[in-house]
Structure formats: structure tokens, C-alpha cells
């Protein structure tokens, strides 16, 4: 990995300070230009990317299909390297993006599965048990993932500055650092001061303007909420899938069932488009058919 970081240091450095991408996306696109960098170097002897034609890309697809990699990654990794060409491009390093005329690969649509309101409701029971400062913070973790929506790594970056519990209000650092207001109800809040109360009692704090610390003060990082999530989500659910971002989606899913507006939901979301916001909403057309045909007279078979 250093020296795929030393070849691409300046689109790095554009990813995360100017894209204000995090530093595991910035990776994930680091790795696939590796990937590719080193096909080209052992296909074609090409000494760089710049040099490359799309005969050349489209190789290196039916590669990639022939170790039957899923539709869906390998455009992931012609997305990370058509961002590569327009960074080169933006940057006056090439003329033309050789992707430019490039389809994506068809892929089935993935269904999210939500949690249940019994699921949920079964977690915030176990939940209610814990005490202690890690107990509590779990707790917190996942209060917050359901009654905000918001995304893991939001979650992890806030400070308790962001926290105001007085107003019950969140302030959410979101994509692309667009700031955004959360309510949060009387439950959150309780548990909040709660945990807070703990927090302040560790014996060291490094990280002291983060909201959510481990015991050793530090602030928490993606594979421990994760964890956390996936612990807790496992005592009540057989889903295969337990993610903060299927807490994320059951915190949608659910709101639209009840009623809620889709504009609101998008606010609340982060969603910059009503059209990244829709695809909760699969969800809610279930909830209503099964309503439908339990309720509507005309929806009876009769025989």
C-alpha cells in the first residue's frame, strides 16, 4: 500500500481534503488503482495510468468477470478509476477520459432488509439493562442509529459540542461536511445524560471533544460500532445483515410506515436528492399492500 499512496498522493490528498472523503473511501480507491496499475504493468507494460487506452480497461474487466468478482464490485472499481481519470483530467494531466463513454456493468437491485419493530424493540429491551460506562455508550450508539438515521461515520465524529441536549438537538457533520440539525426525544436525551455522566468519570480522556470515547478515553472507530451493532442485533435477530446502516434504513423504513413525510425523511437523512431517499421506500409499499389486503373488503377471496 505505501507505495500505491506515493503514486497517487496528490488524487489522495484531493479525495480527502477537497472531496472531504473518509480515509477508509480513500483506501478502498487507492486499492483499486493498485489493482489496476499492476494489471496494466503486467498485460500491456505500461508505466502508468495516464498512458492507458479503454481497449486496454475493457481487458481488464472481462479479467475481473472471469474470477467471478459480482457485477456490482467491479463497478465499483471502474467507478474509483474513472474518479481517477476526471481528477486527471480537472488537473490538465490528460485530454480525454478514456471511461467517458463506458456503461456499467447491470446488476440485480439489492434489498435492504430492515429491522423489525419487534427486533427493535427486543434490542432497546436488552439495552435497558446495562449500567456500566461501555453499557451505556452501546446503548447510546444505538438509540442514536434509530431515532436520527445517521451514518456510522457521522456518528463517530461527534462532539459534544454537537450535543445539545437542553434543545434536544444534534448537530450531524454529513458528506461533503454539510452541517444538519436532528431532533432527539426524550429517551435519547435521558440515556445521553446517562452515559455523559460516566464519560466524565473515566480516569484519562485523550480525545475529550468526542462524544463517544472507549474506557481508555480514546475516540471509538468503524469495526467497534460495527461490532457493537452486530453483538447486540444478534440476540434478537436471525437477519444475516446487522449493520449500523440497516439500523440507518429500519430508521427510514420505519418513519415512512407511520406516516412520515418523504421531504422530512430526507432531511433528516442527509440525502442531498429526493431520489437517494426513495429507495427506503420498497419498505413502506410492502407495509401498505400487507395493510391492504388485511383490510380492504374488495382484496378477500371469495370462493
Avoid: C
Amino acid at each position: 500500500m505505501p507505495e500505491v499512496i506515493s503514486q497517487f498522493s496528490s488524487f489522495s490528498d484531493y479525495l480527502l481534503h477537497e472531496k472531504n472523503y473518509s480515509e477508509l473511501t480513500v483506501k478502498a480507491y487507492l486499492t483499486d488503482l493498485g489493482a489496476f496499475s499492476r494489471y496494466v504493468g503486467d498485460e500491456y507494460d505500461s508505466s502508468t495510468i495516464q498512458d492507458v487506452n479503454y481497449s486496454q480497461i475493457r481487458s481488464w474487466i472481462v479479467s475481473l468477470v472471469k474470477l467471478d468478482i459480482s457485477n456490482r464490485s467491479i463497478n465499483r472499481k471502474v467507478s474509483s478509476l474513472n474518479s481517477y481519470f476526471k481528477f486527471l483530467m480537472k488537473t490538465e494531466a490528460i485530454e480525454a477520459n478514456p471511461l467517458s463513454k463506458h456503461k456499467a456493468l447491470k446488476t440485480t437491485k439489492k434489498v435492504q432488509i430492515p429491522f423489525s419493530q419487534n427486533e427493535m424493540d427486543e434490542v432497546i429491551q436488552i439495552l435497558e439493562l446495562e449500567t456500566d460506562f461501555e453499557g451505556l455508550r452501546n446503548r447510546l450508539i444505538v438509540e442514536l442509529f434509530y431515532a436520527t438515521g445517521i451514518r456510522r461515520i457521522e456518528l463517530i465524529q461527534i462532539n459534544l459540542k454537537d450535543l445539545d441536549l437542553s434543545n434536544r438537538t444534534l448537530k450531524v457533520l454529513g458528506k461533503r461536511n454539510k452541517e444538519r440539525f436532528v431532533p432527539l426525544i426524550d429517551s435519547v436525551v435521558l440515556t445521553a445524560n446517562k452515559y455523559i455522566q460516566l464519560r466524565n468519570e473515566l480516569e484519562i480522556i485523550e480525545d475529550s471533544e468526542y462524544l463517544f470515547l472507549t474506557k481508555k478515553g480514546l475516540k471509538i472507530y468503524e469495526t467497534l460500532v460495527y461490532r457493537v451493532i452486530n453483538e447486540y442485533f444478534s440476540m434478537a435477530s436471525s437477519k444475516v445483515k446487522k449493520s449500523p446502516h440497516i439500523l440507518r434504513h429500519s430508521f427510514a423504513t420505519h418513519l415512512l410506515n407511520q406516516g412520515a413525510d418523504l421531504n422530512a425523511v430526507k432531511e433528516l437523512l442527509g440525502h442531498s436528492s429526493l431520489a437517494a431517499t426513495q429507495v427506503y421506500t420498497h419498505n413502506s409499499i410492502a407495509e401498505l399492500k400487507k395493510v391492504y389486503a388485511n383490510a380492504h373488503p374488495r382484496s378477500k377471496n371469495n370462493n
